[in-house]
Nanobody
Framework: QVQLVESGGGSVQPGGSLRLSCAASGGIFRLGAMGWYRQTPGSQRERVATITSGGSTNYADSVKGRFTISRDNAKNTVYLQMNSLKPEDTAVYYC??????????????WGQGTQVTVSS
């Protein structure tokens, strides 16, 4: 069983910054791509940023230049540095991870979600 534990959410004023983290633990043989997604009430979950095991990144157009995704493979942890936050960034942020077992079968896991609120 693999668990993803998120932390770092909270409330911040427009223009402020937050740093989210997500640590994976449990029966992990190899950790693949990881990413951050967000969702607001009544909306579909959208991809914010992803990062492969090799460090290649991809961002939603709405966050390019403001958010940075990174990972520490030794700690099985992915981060999302969020700068210049806007009210429209308000959402529940979910961590996602692809994991491999020893037979190289692939499994997908999600974190519990952490609330990010940007308001004045």
């Amino acid at each position: 069983q693999v668990q993803l534990v998120e932390s770092g959410g909270g409330s911040v004023q427009p223009g402020g910054s937050l740093r989210l983290s997500c640590a994976a633990s449990g029966g992990i043989f190899r950790l693949g791509a990881m990413g951050w997604y967000r969702q607001t009430p009544g909306s579909q979950r959208e991809r914010v940023a992803t990062i492969t095991s090799g460090g290649s990144t991809n961002y939603a157009d709405s966050v390019k230049g403001r958010f940075t995704i990174s990972r520490d493979n030794a700690k099985n942890t992915v981060y999302l540095q969020m700068n210049s936050l806007k009210p429209e960034d308000t959402a529940v942020y979910y961590c996602n991870a692809q994991t491999y077992r020893t037979d190289w079968s692939l499994y997908d896991y999600w974190g519990q979600g952490t609330q990010v609120t940007v308001s004045s």
